[in-house]
């Protein structure tokens, strides 16, 4: 009888252990459990991408529909490449669609959003966004600020 | 006699057939710690009988109990077990070898995890593949032979210092061994618990037939009980014989540990020479 | 002088030894492991021991480590205008540090200390002894046990610490500070990577786990069979412990999220 407790106990304790690192997996780190393979890539060139990172968001009007898998540079123009990574069910993205680098908050994240324009065809795997903005650089701003203060 | 796995157990059962000693220590030498505990021993512990080793503190009289169970490696020397060298034999030899030999710890040392009846049931449980309801008829008999079996149940903790050693007895005796070693049964017993123990003891060795090595320095009780006596000193053995023999050695050692003198080869002022030196070296460290 | 570096060196040796010793014992624990029929019982019981008693204190104290974090991160955050960032600073800082670190000087502490105490006392009181008269290897039926039952253990303590922690910070932080619930996770998830964070840090907690283990078991094993004998052990495991554990954290760390 002694023997069955400490079983219990000892269940009943790998239970816990194994919960919390299911609500670690979930809840914490946001670990997909949706196929990853259905997901889709996109392009997108910037000038610049800022503080954008793999895994930064990607979403459409304010709701993530994906993340950034990749950044590298496109050598033959020499501007930054993004790879975003679609969820597989976001399949309505218009071909003119634009691509925006935004920041959430003042010291926030940046990430990238989406604007769908409105032409019938629609962006599939392995697709360029055409229309792009890049990250606004605070000197760029600064630099603005003072010019159209000189011209005044 | 309780069937036990091993192919040895009927040889070394009977006991009254040959006269050899059961145990034949040859030449034993061990040091710990740099210090010479044992030099060149010789001893021939004779089958079924109470042997006593007796000697002041401190001479390694525990030490010998674990040379002989194979406990502690001897520097040089044999310790032949029927036959049998002690330190020479297999890993599953020596495992068949423990079956045969029960030991009596100072402490009891009875493991403080489990009940009473577990604790002797375990050697049981160890070398044997008894079903359980034969494995409780043994532990019962065993208890019942020491006067416990009324606290099969109790923990160790529940136990006064008598009862626990009488468990401990129990459970050294749970495979009916041919040797049972007893290390200072005697030392800090109440005098009826002593007297318990002592009867204990010496009827067990009858009945059973078993080899009884009493480890202590405990004179009054020893003699009283036990057939041949090894009388250790300084690392060697100065006497060996009956009781009787013993009492009227005239030798100075002998007979100041025997007559219980404080002062003789045993000196009462602790000398100034180089030992001193060596311990006081040691408790700096 | 020359005694004072005597002894040093004596001490040096020692030490060198004392290690040699403790890398036999951790050796031949794991290789000579019992048989399973015997070894489950034994373990499941170490578990009980070593895990489930623990639990306690593993809880009350991820809850209020988590709180506090949540509650400090919010005034410091605050002031950038970044106060919807304390999910994530809450849950980087637990699943990364706090939860292996925190957690294994706890277990050190109690459960470490236990299991010297008690093989010590096994040991003072000669049940080593008769284990092996009677032919048992306490190795494999005393030490084995114990060890790989701290082995389980810790990294599962430590992922309760963490849930628990940053469910405390939850707490503080939406419930009582009025943050959005919805951006405290959303930021945390974004922020939070499972193979660089949360496995880094099961990985900590499993190293820790091996290092307090061996420690306690083997203070326990090689201490003097007295009295005074057994409390030195435990408060070596203990000081040796906590040393240990914030010594491989800082090397881990380095090595783990050091190129980040």
């Known amino acids: 009888m002694r023997m069955r407790w400490v079983e219990i106990m000892v269940g009943f304790f790998m239970v816990l252990g194994l919960l919390a690192l299911i609500g670690l997996a979930l809840n914490v780190s946001g670990l997909k459990l949706s196929d990853a393979q259905d997901d889709y890539s996109l392009f997108a060139r910037f000038e610049n991408i800022g503080g954008l990172t793999p895994r930064s968001k990607v979403s459409l009007s304010g709701v993530q529909i994906g993340e950034v898998k990749s950044i590298s540079i496109d050598k033959q123009r020499l501007v930054a490449v993004v790879e975003l990574s679609i969820n597989a069910d976001v399949d309505y993205l218009s071909a003119d669609t634009s691509a925006q680098i935004l920041t959430s908050g003042l010291l926030g994240e940046q990430y990238i959003g989406l604007s769908v324009g409105f032409e019938e065809d629609v962006l599939k795997d392995g697709d360029y966004i055409a229309d792009t903005q890049s990250a606004m650089v605070l000197e760029d701003l600064i630099g603005k600020f003072l010019f159209n203060k000189v011209s005044e | 006699m309780l069937y ?90 020596l495992f068949t070898l423990r079956e045969k030999m029960g030991m009596l710890f100072q402490s009891g040392a ?49 136990l006064s210092g008598g009862m626990a050693r009488r468990v401990a007895l129990a459970r050294a005796i749970a495979l009916d061994p041919a040797i049972v070693m007893y290390d200072e049964p005697f030392t800090g017993q109440d005098p009826i618990a002593m007297g318990v123990l002592v009867n204990l003891i010496k009827r067990m060795n009858k009945a059973l037939g078993h080899t009884s090595i009493i480890v202590s320095h405990d004179i009054q009780e020893t003699m009283g009980i036990a057939d041949h006596i090894f009388l250790l000193s300084d690392g060697m053995v100065i006497a060996s014989g009956s009781p009787d023999e013993l009492k009227a050695n005239q030798t100075e050692q002998v007979k100041q540990f025997m007559h219980g003198l404080p002062d003789g080869p045993v000196p009462f002022h602790f000398s100034d020479d180089v030992m001193m030196d060596e311990l006081i070296g040691e408790a700096r460290v | 002088m020359t005694d004072f570096l005597a002894r040093l060196g004596r001490t040096l040796f020692d030490r060198i030894a004392a290690t040699g010793r403790a890398g036999a014992l951790i050796f031949q624990s794991l290789v000579a492991k019992p048989t399973p029929i015997v070894m489950f019982p034994l373990l499941m019981k ?204 800082f090397v881990l760390t380095a090595l783990m999220f050091g190129d980040l």
């Open chain 2, 110 to 158: 009875l493991f403080t995890d489990m009940s009473v009846f577990e604790n002797v049931a375990f050697p049981i449980r160890v070398h044997t593949d008894l079903p359980d309801d034969m494995i409780r008829d043994v532990v019962l008999l065993k208890l019942q032979a020491v006067g416990l079996r009324g606290a099969k149940d109790l923990m160790p903790s529940e």
């Open chain 3, 46 to 249: 170490q578990i009980y021991f070593v895990g489930v008693l623990s639990l306690v204190i593993i809880v009350v104290s991820g809850l209020f480590i988590g709180m506090v974090l949540g509650l400090q991160g919010y005034t410091i955050l605050v002031d950038y205008g970044s106060e919807q960032a304390v999910g994530q600073m809450v849950a980087l800082s637990l699943v990364r540090e706090m939860a292996p670190v925190v957690t294994a000087l706890l277990f050190a502490g109690r459960a470490g200390s236990a299991l010297t105490a008690e093989i010590g006392l096994m040991k003072a009181t000669e049940q080593l002894s008769s284990l092996e008269m009677i032919g048992v290897d306490p190795l494999r039926r005393i030490i084995a046990p114990r060890l790989w039952a701290g082995f389980i253990t810790m990294p599962i303590l430590s992922i309760i610490f963490a849930m628990v922690g940053i469910w405390g910070g939850a707490l503080v932080s939406v419930e009582w500070l009025g943050i959005f619930e919805g951006s405290f996770w959303a930021n945390m998830q974004n922020s939070v990577d499972f193979q660089e964070d949360v496995v880094n840090g099961i990985i900590k907690s499993f190293v820790f786990g091996v290092v307090v283990t061996w420690i306690a078991v083997f203070q326990g094993y090689d201490c003097l069979p007295t009295s005074e004998g057994i409390s030195q052990a435990t408060t070596r495991t203990v000081v040796y412990s906590s040393l240990a554990v914030l010594g491989l954290d």
């Open chain 2, 4 to 93: 036990s796995e091993s192919g040895n157990g009927p040889e070394i059962m009977s006991t009254h057939e040959h006269d050899t000693p059961i145990i034949d220590i040859q030449g034993l030498s061990f040091s710990r710690s740099g210090r010479k505990i044992f030099r060149d021993i010789n001893m021939q512990i004779p089958r079924g009988r109470v042997t006593a080793i007796m000697g002041p503190s401190g001479t390694g009289k525990t030490t010998l109990l674990k040379l002989i169970g194979g406990q502690l490696r001897p520097d040089s020397g044999n310790v032949l077990i029927d036959g049998q060298n002690v330190h020479q034999i297999s890993r599953t030899a």
